[in-house]
């Protein structure tokens, strides 16, 4: 069975991408911020959707190294999200350039004279991070991690086209491997693209607390994309136990977030310390609705409307719920961003909605054409009765 | 689940050829026959001890806190240490049972009782010292708040010590009556076969009246389904509860965004070390070769490599950003624990816990029971000189040089700390002779799928 | 205990039963309950044992913990002495509420499990000195008995039901007479 990319759809996509390229302008022609409000966005939209298709590859290389059956059937849709990757690095690559050629502001430690001793924009405590934060070493760990992203989706991909079961016994030691890298450099590029845009601040947390986030965004856009084959007649061997099993890790994910979220809150909270706390003096200050808003969707709603089982196999349901979620973990990464690029300046209002759904809209696209690439359905699979058996 | 056409690539949980009536066998036969002389051996040798430690807790509670080795700038040690490292150990079995569930893994059916047990055990020892460093232990009831006539004093809702209190308890009861509503049906089958007309009165009653309705069943196996859902984020919290003692403070070294998670992964690593300890033994001495395979072990040994590298992260996570910080306390406290006069035990953190586990990474030596049996003892250790880092180093360099100083144990300390060592294991071997030591049911459960042959019963009446 | 006849069906084998378990209920015998070793999967639908509501207790005993946790703390900390304890000052409920969050947990996870707890017990009628009631004491090793009341099934009689019983896949068949007292009870 073959996912058709159909020209309706491509037809609403290309709506909403050209409502992103129009709201790009007026982000780029907005004048309190100097083209600042379209580059946080670039960096926030290219993030996240970048961070779904990495979501997924950890997902699935997830799968591999735990040898699980259940997911055998899923494989195509997993594969196909987390082959948005080279097009998420090269919109990676932009939104870090534009600091590199000093379109933007977006880091705080790219400025000019900022590490220079004399010069009127030093900063004693920015200059003693530059072994770290230095343009050069910056770009090599960029290019390092997307290319042994790329790398590893396209091996993975490659092998599993095979439908081999010798092919699939390397991915599982290749999977072992991936995961040690990645168990790196999830944190590392986190502090790199993200972190590192509040210099001054700092946090043991925070490449896990963004890992918990992508992980999450990606497991919701898996489970709906699933659904949604599901209800069209695609898939025919996934059954609701299938669907149960995503929900899942959708509701338990958004526990691990919500744990992470309010252990790094809590702490800096609690201790109260300078050096800490003004990365939430700065969010509490200006974003108060948005900051706890998004806690208590990402939290309260998985956690209420998904816990029964029955929520878990209901289509609508976990459609809605996981919309809103996704929304919610959007804006996580846009409350990481923006207080750091646009201070107190930074709003949603049409501009980046409609830069977000120009992203999405993209992100979809890339999707939907890779999963229209190969048949839905595994051939050969040493899990793959297992799999169609999967009953609970 | 339904049954699985046996698939060549899995490796079979349960070696060999069993019917349901061997299995039950297998697992009563250490019950019903006569404690042998290793067993007996073991338990004097741990009772000796146990009695050392009483003696050594007695001891210290007629002198008094001043008995250990703390001064005014350690003024935390061993006490905590211990703590934080039963607790620690007492987190593997509810992950066993719990979030293995969660990721669907069958191989957890082989050890979950063993390391539920392991985890109730631990706990109380974990218990133990906080009990006995309160000082005036009299007045220990009031870590709860009751009504109380000193003018209706509450206790502070705003310290991480109280939420560990809540924690703490909130673990072992809980953990407690999951392990026991898996017990029930296991106490039946017991029952039911046992000769001694006492134990049958006693296992009588331990089993509740248990006789295997569909109807019990089913509530069994939704409970079992709930309970497990809930110990999964309980799991997770009273560990970060425990690291919050540390990191709400603004201590150097102790407060850092990175423990909650951190010290979660450390305890599941040190728990499934002592696992890995306890069911080597045990498979050996009570001939369990069938039930805990290489397999399991080598699944274990997996588990060690992942939390043991994710604690590696932490480590390097906190070293790079006490630099990145720029916060001259933090860089020095990481800096004096690696280089300073305590380089020793942070050396051996290192050594045990991040570099020991990742020869798990060549399949010969994970597959190589001698080589597990004596990395786990590493990570016991290594993960007893994590807490010992983390709490001594940060706290023996105060502010003014004045107050910098060394820790230095007392006979008490070490006496206390090895004696809950030896009531732990008189604990097991008590366990491990009278309970039943694997899941006797749910093995039955996974038997025709995943056994390497299943055999139909010899033990049937005859039509 | 009223009068009542029972007829016990062992089998040797889980998925005999179940294959034949179906066939009685189709026919239009009524199983009333099986005993077994280990729970048999699906075989509830069968037999018709009905999904448990035991979650919805457990919600209701996580909302009443939730509830005590966060009345009590308030009781505590805001209303009965509020403090200023290292700078966090107890004076306002919502400004102290991280702090809370740990006990309120765990306190709600406290009367979930506990009262879940109780509440299968007393569901099941299993408590210390209750005695079982399983028709052979391998049932719980690993013999299978399904349970067919003659007061169950109207349209059936005594012998109708021994004899289709004889005829499926049982290894042995044990009836049973319960009546107004224990002491006349036989085999």
Redesign the interface.
């Known amino acids: 069975m073959q996912f058709i990319f159909n020209n309706k759809i491509k037809a609403v996509l290309a709506v909403l991408m050209l409502l992103g390229v129009v709201s790009s302008v007026f982000a780029f022609l907005d004048h309190a911020s100097h083209g600042q409000r379209f580059w946080s966005n670039f960096l926030i939209d290219g993030f996240f959707v970048f961070s779904l298709g990495l979501g997924a590859l950890f997902f699935l290389a997830l799968q591999y190294a735990t040898e699980a059956a259940w997911s055998v059937l899923l494989k195509r849709v997993f594969e196909a999200t987390a082959l948005f990757i080279p097009v998420g690095a090269v919109l990676i690559i932009i939104a870090l350039l534009s600091g590199t050629l000093h379109l933007s502001h977006t880091y705080h430690w790219m400025l000019e004279g900022i590490m220079q001793k004399g010069h009127e924009n030093y900063d004693a405590i920015i200059a003693g991070k530059a072994g770290y934060l230095n343009q050069p070493f910056f770009w090599l760990r960029t290019l390092v991690y997307l290319g042994t992203f790329i790398a590893f989706v396209y091996i993975f991909r490659k092998r599993s086209l095979l439908e081999e079961v010798a092919s699939y016994k390397g991915s599982v030691k290749l999977s072992a491997i991936f995961l040690v890298l990645f168990g790196v450099f999830s944190s590392t590029l986190s502090w790199d693209w993200i972190m590192s845009i509040d210099t001054h601040w700092f946090s043991t947390l925070f490449g896990w607390y963004v890992f918990a986030g992508f992980w999450c965004s990606a497991l919701i856009f898996m489970l709906v994309l699933t659904v949604a084959l599901k209800m069209q007649g695609l898939l025919p061997n996934v059954n609701d136990s299938h669907i149960h099993d995503l929900s899942k890790w959708v509701f338990a994910l958004s526990f691990l977030w919500s744990y992470v979220w309010f252990a790094q809150f809590m702490l800096i909270w609690y201790s109260d310390i300078p050096e800490e706390v003004t990365y939430y003096q700065e969010r509490f200050g200006h974003y108060k609705v948005l900051m706890l808003g998004v806690f208590a969707v990402n939290f309260i709603l998985p956690m209420i409307l998904l816990m029964s089982r029955d929520a878990k196999r209901n289509y609508t349901r976990i459609i809605w719920v996981s919309s809103i979620i996704f929304v919610g973990h959007w804006l996580d990464v846009f409350l990481m961003i923006t207080p750091g690029t646009l201070h107190e300046k930074g709003q949603v209002s049409f501009v980046e909605i409609g830069m977000f759904l120009g992203f999405v809209a993209l992100f979809v696209w890339v999707v939907l054409q890779n999963l229209s690439k190969a048949p839905l359905e595994i051939q050969n699979h040493p899990f793959k009765e297992e799999s169609e058996h999967h009953h609970f | 689940?339904?049954?699985?056409?046996h698939?060549?690539?899995?490796e079979p949980l349960i070696l060999g050829e069993k019917?349901?009536?061997d299995v039950?066998v297998d697992i009563c036969a250490p019950i019903e026959r006569k404690p042998n002389m290793l067993w007996a051996s073991l338990l004097s040798l741990a009772a000796i001890i146990a009695v050392w430690g009483i003696g050594n807790i007695l001891y210290l509670l007629g002198t008094g806190i001043g008995s250990w080795g703390l001064n005014n700038t350690v003024d935390w040690a061993w006490d905590i240490t211990n703590f934080v490292w039963w607790v620690g150990i007492g987190h593997a079995g509810t992950l066993i049972s719990a979030v293995l569930l969660?990721?669907?893994?069958r191989w957890r059916m082989a050890i979950n009782r063993s390391a539920e047990a392991m985890t109730i055990f631990a706990v109380v020892m974990a218990a133990t010292f906080p009990a006995i460093h309160a000082g005036r232990y009299w007045l220990l009831y009031f870590v709860f708040?009751l009504p109380n006539q000193f003018g209706?004093?509450?206790?502070?809702?705003?310290?991480?010590l109280?939420?560990d209190v809540?924690?703490i308890?909130?673990y072992f009861?809980?953990s407690l009556?999951?392990w026991y509503?898996g017990l029930?049906?296991d106490f039946?089958?017991i029952?039911?076969?046992i000769k001694s007309p006492t134990a049958k009165r006693v296992y009588?009653?331990?089993?509740?009246?248990?006789?295997?309705?569909?109807?019990?069943?089913?509530?069994?196996?939704?409970?079992s389904l709930?309970?497990a859902g809930?110990a999964?984020?309980?799991v997770?919290?009273v560990h970060?509860?425990v690291s919050?003692d540390f990191?709400?403070?603004?201590i150097p070294g102790w407060?850092?965004?990175?423990?909650?998670?951190y010290f979660v992964a450390g305890a599941v690593f040190s728990g499934f070390a002592m696992v890995l300890t306890l069911m080597l033994i045990m498979r050996k001495v009570y001939k369990l070769e069938a039930y805990i395979t290489r397999g399991h072990v080598e699944m274990m040994n997996i588990i060690i490599i992942v939390t043991g590298?994710?604690v590696g992260?932490?480590y390097l996570?906190?070293l790079f950003?006490a630099w990145?910080?720029?916060?001259e306390y933090e860089s020095y406290a990481f800096l004096n624990r690696a280089t300073g006069p305590y380089w020793w035990a942070y050396w051996s953190m290192m050594t045990c816990n991040v570099i020991s586990p990742q020869l798990f990474w060549i399949k010969k030596l994970r597959t190589n029971l001698i080589f597990t049996f004596i990395i786990s003892i590493f990570v016991n250790i290594g993960m007893w000189f994590e807490r010992f880092v983390i709490i001594v180093t940060s706290l023996h360099r105060g502010h003014l040089p004045s107050t910098w100083s060394y820790f230095y144990p007392t006979f008490v300390d070490i006496g206390v700390y090895i004696g809950t060592i030896g009531i732990f294991f008189v604990l097991f071997l008590l366990y491990a002779k009278y309970f039943p030591v694997l899941p006797?049911?749910?093995v039955?459960?996974i038997l025709?799928a995943t056994a390497e042959k299943f055999k139909?019963?010899d033990?049937?009446?005859?039509? | 205990m009223k009068k009542e006849t029972i007829i016990y069906a062992f089998y040797n084998d889980d998925d005999v039963l179940l294959k034949d378990a179906q066939a009685f209920v189709s026919q239009g015998l009524w199983v009333s309950d099986v005993f077994s070793p280990f729970p048999i999967h699906g075989l509830d639908p069968i037999i018709g044992v009905k999904e448990s509501k035991l979650g919805y207790a457990a919600f209701a005993y996580g909302l009443i913990g939730l509830t005590l946790a966060l009345l009590g703390m308030w009781y505590f900390m805001i209303h009965d002495w509020p403090m200023n304890i290292g700078g966090k000052p107890n004076f306002e409920f919502v400004y102290n509420l991280p702090a809370f969050v740990p006990v309120a947990f765990e306190f709600t996870v406290l009367c979930t499990a506990h009262g879940l707890a109780f509440t299968y017990f007393c569901a099941n009628g299993t408590f210390p000195g209750v005695k079982a009631d399983n028709p052979d004491p391998r049932t719980t090793d690993d013999l299978f008995a399904m349970e067919i009341k003659l007061e169950d099934n109207p349209n059936f009689s005594l012998d109708q039901i021994k004899s289709m019983l004889s005829k499926s896949n049982a290894s042995e068949i044990r009836e049973k007479q319960n009546c107004e007292t224990d002491t006349c009870c036989n085999k």
């Open positions: 689940m339904g049954h699985i056409s698939n060549n690539f899995r019917s349901y009536h039950t969660l990721f669907r893994q708040p209706s004093l509450w206790q502070n809702f705003n310290s991480p109280l939420w809540f924690a308890s909130t009861s809980v009556v999951f509503i029930i049906p039946a089958t029952r039911d076969r009588s009653l331990l089993a509740f009246g248990w006789s295997g309705r569909a109807k019990h069943w089913h509530r069994f196996e939704m409970v709930i309970l809930l999964t984020p309980l997770f919290s970060s509860i919050m990191a709400t403070s603004v407060h850092t965004t990175i423990f909650p998670p590298s994710l992260v932490a996570t906190e950003v990145y910080s720029g916060v006797i049911a749910e039955k459960t025709k139909v019963s033990n049937q009446p005859k039509k």
